[in-house]
């Protein structure tokens, strides 16, 4: 269904970019998947974060790339699709280890305030009731309809975009 992104890759990590009310919220996140036919992007994120409260209003989603040894940028964008409680929220949740379903039980949610630091996991005893984190995880699909590639090198920058136009991509370089 959906391809996995190997932990060594450069572009495992990237910066995930939501807009909400004139504000632009940039977060670190792993990359989960790729489905380059569908031309989808995946990560997970917990139900109650921020990130989904911006993504329900709204659904457009940037990611930003950066391989350090190979000099490429890649700009990625597209709406996002929040997948909870179905059948790919579901596949996902199978391949998460047991120290990645702890996560999502976290009392309380995400970016609570609280007086003292912590993960919010400090009651649970043992991995017995992991399965109940399901209910707070969350797959989130970017359909990408937009690309840029820039490939910085001593000999020359080159740049790229390409736009998905009536399911087609378009592309021209670009000065870097």
């Given at each position: 269904?959906?391809?996995?992104m190997?932990?060594d890759?450069?572009?495992?990590?990237?910066?995930?970019?939501?807009h909400?009310?004139?504000?632009?919220?940039?977060r670190?996140?792993?990359l989960?998947?790729?489905e380059?036919d569908a031309?989808?992007?995946?990560?997970?994120?917990?139900?109650?974060?921020?990130?989904?409260?911006?993504?329900?209003?709204n659904?457009?989603l940037?990611?930003?790339?950066?391989?350090?040894?190979?000099?490429?940028q890649?700009?990625l964008?597209g709406?996002?699709i929040?997948?909870?409680d179905?059948?790919?929220?579901?596949?996902?949740?199978?391949?998460?280890?047991n120290?990645?379903k702890?996560?999502?039980l976290?009392?309380?949610?995400?970016?609570?305030g609280?007086?003292?630091p912590?993960d919010?996991l400090?009651?649970?005893?043992?991995?017995?009731?992991?399965?109940?984190?399901?209910?707070?995880?969350?797959?989130?699909?970017?359909e990408?309809?937009?690309?840029?590639?820039?490939?910085?090198?001593?000999n020359?920058?080159?740049?790229?975009?390409f736009?998905?136009?009536?399911?087609s991509?378009?592309?021209q370089?670009?000065?870097?």
């Amino acid at each position: 269904m959906y391809g996995s992104m190997m932990s060594d890759n450069a572009f495992h990590t990237g910066v995930a970019g939501t807009h909400l009310n004139g504000e632009v919220n940039l977060r670190t996140v792993v990359l989960r998947g790729i489905e380059p036919d569908a031309k989808q992007v995946i990560f997970y994120t917990d139900s109650r974060s921020a990130k989904m409260e911006d993504l329900k209003t709204n659904p457009h989603l940037s990611w930003l790339f950066y391989d350090h040894k190979e000099g490429v940028q890649l700009r990625l964008s597209g709406n996002a699709i929040i997948n909870q409680d179905n059948d790919i929220a579901s596949y996902h949740w199978d391949k998460v280890h047991n120290g990645g379903k702890r996560s999502y039980l976290a009392i309380p949610g995400p970016s609570t305030g609280v007086a003292e630091p912590t993960d919010g996991l400090e009651y649970l005893n043992d991995d017995s009731d992991l399965e109940a984190g399901y209910k707070n995880f969350a797959v989130i699909v970017t359909e990408v309809n937009f690309i840029e590639w820039l490939n910085l090198k001593d000999n020359g920058h080159r740049r790229a975009e390409f736009k998905l136009i009536y399911n087609s991509w378009k592309g021209q370089w670009l000065i870097p």
